[in-house]
C-alpha cells in the first residue's frame, strides 16, 4: 500500500469511527425504546435500560465510564440485548444489541400497532398457530369515520382494501350497515388513545387489527390522532387505502413480514396505488390459509402459450399451471417487470419468439421477461386504424402463421411472417365463429382447436359442425 493509499485508508478508518453512534441516547429515548420493544418485541415489563443519573455525572467521569463498563458488561447477558437484537435483526439493521442511533431512527418510524413476533403474551393481538376464518363470504362494519376524509373516500379506501385479499382468495366480503343483521366479523372504526380494547394508541402507531376470532377477532382499528388521506403521498399523512388493505391482512389471519417490500411489512410504505399492493410473498401466506380464487367464476382478461405453457391474466396477475397440477397466481410485474399493470389481450408470436401484451390503444413486446426496445408502441404500428382504443383478444395460429386479433364484435388478421394486416379486415367475428354473439374476451389454441372466451362462457371450435361448450377452468384445474 502506498503513503498515498495508506493515508486515504487512515482518513476513512476515521472517518467510520466519527460516523459511529456518538450520542449517547437520552432517558427519553430509552422509555421510547423500552416502550417499542414491549408492544412489538415482547419484553417483559420490569426490564428497562440503565439510566444515568444526574449527580453521577457530575461527580466523576471515572464514575460514569465505570458506569458505562458495567452496562456494557450487563448488556452481554441482558434480555434487553437480545430484544434489540431480535429488533435490530427484523429490520435488517445492524444487529449491535445496543441503542444505537439507526435503531432509534426505526423505532420512530409510522407503523401498524401490532406486534412483530408470535406470542402468548401478546396474544390478544396474535394468536398461536394460524387462525382462520371458516366462513365466506365475512361481513363487515364502519362504525365510524375520521374527518380526514369524505364518508365516500373511506368508504371506497375500505372496499378496495378488502378488495386487495379477495382478489387472491376464494373470500368474499359483504357490507352490512347495522346490527340488526347480526354481528360483523370485521369492525372497522376509528380512535384514540385508549379506547377499550387494552391496546392504546400512540405514536408512532397508525392501526391495529385482531386475528380471526369472535368479539374484537377480525376488527380493524385506526388511530384517529394520525392523518389520513385517500391518495396522497406526502409526510406524515397516510393513504387509509394502504394501511387498511395491511390491517385487513391481520383480519386475515396474517402475521408480519420482515421484508419491506411485502405488505404486511409492519413500517407504512407508500406504494403505486393503481396496482395491487401485494407481493408474491403477501400472496403465498394468504392463499396457504385459503386457497386461491374459484377459477370458474372468473373472466380472464387474456390467456396466451408462452414457451409451452398456457398463461392466464386477471387484473395485476398471472397464472399458471406448474408442475403436479398445483395452480399458481403472482403479480405480472413480478415475472414481467416493465408490463403494464394489467391487460387486454395477449399472444405469442413464435415466429419472432416475443410476447405480445396489450393495453388500451398500446402494445408491449417482450423476449422471454425484457421489454424489447422501443415498446410500448401505439396499435397503430400493428397496421390496425389510429382510431382503435383497445383489443380485446388475440391469439396466434401456427398454422397460417396468422394472428387474430379481436376487438369489439370484429376480428383483424396479422400476417406475422409478411410483418402485415391481411386485406379484407376487419370482419364479423361470426363470419368465421358461428354461435359467436358476445365480445370475446380471450383467445387460445391449443392442439389445432380454437378456443373462445366469451365472458365466463368458454367455446371450443374443431372440426366438428358445433362448438362444444366447456368450463371456465378447462385450462386450470381451480
Ligand atoms: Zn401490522
Ligand atoms: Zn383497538
Request: charged letters at 25%.
Amino acid at each position: 500500500m502506498g503513503i498515498h493509499r495508506q493515508l486515504c485508508f487512515l482518513a476513512s478508518l476515521l472517518l467510520a469511527i466519527h460516523a459511529g453512534p456518538i450520542l449517547k441516547p437520552s432517558d427519553e429515548e430509552k422509555a421510547i425504546a423500552e416502550d417499542y420493544l414491549r408492544k412489538f418485541f415482547n419484553l417483559e415489563d420490569e426490564m428497562s435500560f440503565p439510566r444515568v443519573h444526574p449527580e453521577e455525572e457530575f461527580n466523576a467521569v471515572e464514575k460514569v465510564e465505570l458506569e458505562e463498563v458495567k452496562v456494557e458488561a450487563k448488556e452481554k447477558v441482558d434480555t434487553l440485548s437480545v430484544k434489540l437484537k431480535e429488533m435490530q435483526t427484523f429490520f435488517g439493521l445492524r444487529v449491535t444489541g445496543k441503542l444505537d442511533r439507526e435503531t432509534l431512527e426505526v423505532m420512530k418510524k409510522p407503523r401498524c400497532g401490532v406486534s412483530d413476533v408470535r406470542s402468548l403474551k401478546t396474544s390478544n393481538l396474535m394468536s398461536e398457530g394460524s387462525p382462520k376464518w371458516k366462513t365466506n363470504p365475512l361481513t363487515y362494519r364502519i362504525e365510524n369515520y375520521t374527518p380526514d376524509m369524505t364518508k365516500a373516500e373511506v368508504d371506497h379506501s375500505i372496499r378496495r382494501a378488502l378488495q386487495v385479499w379477495a382478489e387472491v382468495t376464494p373470500l368474499q366480503f359483504t357490507r352490512i350497515y347495522s346490527d340488526r343483521y347480526g354481528t360483523p366479523d370485521i369492525m372497522i372504526s376509528f380512535a384514540t388513545t385508549d379506547h377499550g380494547d387494552g391496546m392504546m394508541f400512540d405514536i408512532p402507531t397508525l392501526a391495529h387489527a385482531f386475528p380471526p376470532g369472535s368479539g374484537l377477532g377480525g376488527d380493524a382499528h385506526f388511530d384517529d390522532d394520525e392523518s389520513f388521506t385517500f391518495s396522497n403521498n406526502s409526510h406524515n399523512v397516510f393513504v387509509l387505502f394502504l394501511v387498511a388493505a395491511h390491517e385487513f391482512g391481520h383480519s386475515l389471519g396474517l402475521s408480519h413480514s420482515s421484508v419491506s417490500s411485502d405488505l404486511m411489512y409492519s413500517l407504512y410504505t407508500f406504494t403505486d396505488l393503481d396496482r395491487s399492493p401485494l407481493s408474491s410473498n403477501d400472496i403465498k401466506e394468504i392463499q396457504a390459509l385459503y386457497g386461491l380464487p374459484d377459477c370458474q367464476n372468473l373472466v380472464w382478461d387474456a390467456v396466451t402459450t408462452f414457451r409451452g405453457e398456457t398463461v392466464f391474466f386477471k387484473n395485476g396477475f398471472y397464472w399458471r399451471e406448474s408442475q403436479g397440477r398445483t395452480v399458481t397466481q403472482l403479480p405480472i410485474r413480478s415475472f414481467w417487470p416493465n408490463a403494464p399493470d394489467n391487460i387486454d389481450a395477449a399472444y405469442e408470436d413464435p415466429v419472432h419468439n416475443k410476447l405480445f401484451l396489450f393495453k388500451g390503444s398500446q402494445v408491449w413486446a417482450f423476449d422471454g421477461q425484457n421489454l424489447e426496445p422501443g415498446y410500448p408502441k401505439p396499435l397503430s404500428s400493428f397496421g390496425l386504424p389510429a382510431s382503435l382504443t383497445r383489443v380485446d383478444a388475440a391469439v396466434h395460429d401456427n398454422n397460417s402463421g396468422k394472428t387474430l386479433l379481436f376487438t369489439n364484435r370484429e376480428y383483424y388478421s396479422y400476417d406475422e411472417r409478411q410483418n402485415r394486416m391481411d386485406e379484407g379486415y376487419p370482419k364479423r367475428v361470426n363470419t368465421r365463429y358461428a354461435w359467436v354473439t358476445g365480445v370475446v374476451t380471450a383467445a387460445h389454441m391449443s392442439n389445432g382447436n380454437t378456443y373462445l372466451f366469451i365472458g365466463r362462457t368458454l367455446l371450443e371450435f374443431s372440426d366438428r359442425r358445433f362448438p362444444g361448450l366447456l368450463q371456465n377452468n378447462y385450462f386450470l384445474p381451480c
